[in-house]
């Protein structure tokens, strides 16, 4: 029977990476945030209501979301972040819905579809998965990535931190931790390792 494995971490705390493993492994993936765009792509409905509610800053000229505009609003004013998860998180959750079943009508049957989600805990999508695995790194790590990878201000980088779950408090409530905080090739050694006890069950 497929198993819903739930893929979470910290902001840049490297679940990606893990998912890409995953992935290569031959485990198929739903990934929220790639859904999020596609419901949040030029001319969808939720686009059209994000830029009624926030203006036209929100757009760019070819129709895709300003995200870099959004994102600095949003993560430093909470109203603001409610009001764009008030907009989105419908839509959102109902295309990966859709996604994780039409992924488990496969055949064959993989032994477990991964739900590659930030926000897995902090929206309840733990309810509905078998395993959930957490994706673990020093804060320091993370916060050095996210300035690198975001090019953000450390303040910056702290507050989108912040705006999620702490990460210590996901890793309470996994059944799989895996840190990814030191090198690649632990990494890859911790999921091929759960890989082995997935395929046996």
Partial sequence: ????????????????????????????????????????????????????????????????????????????????MAALTAITQLPIQYAILEKIVSLGQ???????????????????????????MVVTAADAVILQRLMARNHLTVAAAKARMASQLPLAAKVKQADIVIDNGENIDKTRTSVLKWLETIKTN
């Avoid at 929220?32 to 009624?52: F, N, R, S």
């Avoid at 590659?116 to 078998?130: A, K, R, S, T, V």
């Fill in 1 to 80: 029977m497929t198993q819903l494995i739930g893929l979470t971490g910290g902001i840049a705390s490297g679940k990606s990476t893990v998912s890409a493993m995953l992935a290569t492994a031959g485990l198929p993936i739903v990934d929220a945030d790639k859904l999020a765009w596609q419901v949040e792509g030029p001319g969808m409905p939720t686009t059209e209501k994000i830029v009624a509610h926030f203006g036209p800053q929100a757009l760019q000229p070819d129709g895709q979301l300003n995200r870099s505009w959004l994102g600095q609003l949003v993560f430093s004013d909470t109203q603001a």
């Fill in 106 to 132: 496969v055949t064959p049957a993989p032994p477990a579809i991964i739900l590659d989600i930030p926000l897995l805990f902090e929206n309840g999508w733990e309810q509905l998965c078998d395993q959930v």
